[in-house]
Antibody
Framework: EVQLVESGGGLVQPGGSLRLSCAAS????????MHWVRQAPGKGLVWVSL????????MYADSVKGRFTISRDNAKNTLSLQMNSLRAEDTAVYFC??????????????WGQGTMVTVSS | EIVLTQSPGTLSLSPGERATLSCRAS???????LVWYQQKQGQAPRLLIY???NRATGIPDRFSGSGSGTDFTLTISRLEPEDFAVYYC?????????FGQGTKVELK
């Protein structure tokens, strides 16, 4: 079964750090780019970051640039998001999602169930 | 940044009715890179339509997408009870990737 499972969410104080993980299974992880997308409580989806298949090229939303770092370990089929200098406005469910290949032109075709990050004192 | 504006914000309909959802881009987007997702309460989004008009695997044919340039449409021909959800459009043509704010299809 193709699956993405996020972990690492929790409560953190403003200015703190957190590292999210996304474990992939059921497909050739090293062949696909991977995204992080977040959703604040009661709000819409917001794209956060994209990392290409071999980990050599990353893109970030302006709101997280310089604070968040996306990375991957293809040997362990794991995607990570290191989040530093966290702010209250980073509070959200964080989803990892697969960058679809071929004719889907990068549609996010597989999603994890999400992990909640709460930034509060 | 490309802004995607979805309308209406909420659509109140009954099962069996037709739903028409709009997504307008602030500048032209290649049809290849326009995507629609469905999200039910408490769940992760699910890919519905890619390339503006191609149904993803397992998506019923009552869902269809159309459009080009700056105007795109998702149509649900006859609403089933499981279709009441929030629908998002997204563009993958430019960075940053952007989503519309969503259209909620609710039971009338």
């Amino acid at each position: 079964e193709v699956q993405l499972v996020e972990s690492g969410g929790g409560l953190v104080q403003p200015g703190g750090s957190l590292r999210l993980s996304c474990a992939a299974s059921g497909f050739g992880f090293s062949a696909f780019g991977m995204h992080w997308v977040r959703q604040a409580p009661g709000k819409g989806l917001v794209w956060v970051s994209l990392l290409n298949a071999d980990g050599s090229s990353a893109m970030y939303a302006d709101s997280v640039k310089g604070r968040f770092t996306i990375s991957r370990d293809n040997a362990k089929n794991t995607l990570s998001l290191q989040m530093n200098s966290l702010r209250a406005e980073d509070t959200a469910v964080y989803f990892c999602a697969r960058h679809g290949g071929g004719v889907s032109h990068g549609a996010l075709d597989i999603w994890g169930q999400g992990t909640m990050v709460t930034v509060s004192s | 940044e490309i802004v995607l504006t979805q309308s209406p914000g909420t659509l109140s309909l009954s099962p069996g009715e037709r739903a028409t959802l709009s997504c307008r881009a602030s500048q032209s987007v290649s049809s290849d890179y326009l995507v629609w997702y469905q999200q039910k309460q408490g769940q992760a989004p699910r890919l519905l339509i890619y390339g503006a008009s191609n149904r993803a695997t397992g998506i019923p044919d009552r869902f269809s997408g159309s459009g080009s340039g700056t105007d795109f449409t998702l149509t649900i021909s006859r609403l089933e009870p499981e279709d009441f959800a929030v629908y998002y459009c997204q563009q993958n043509d430019y960075s940053p990737r952007t989503f519309g704010q969503g259209t909620k299809v609710e039971l009338k």
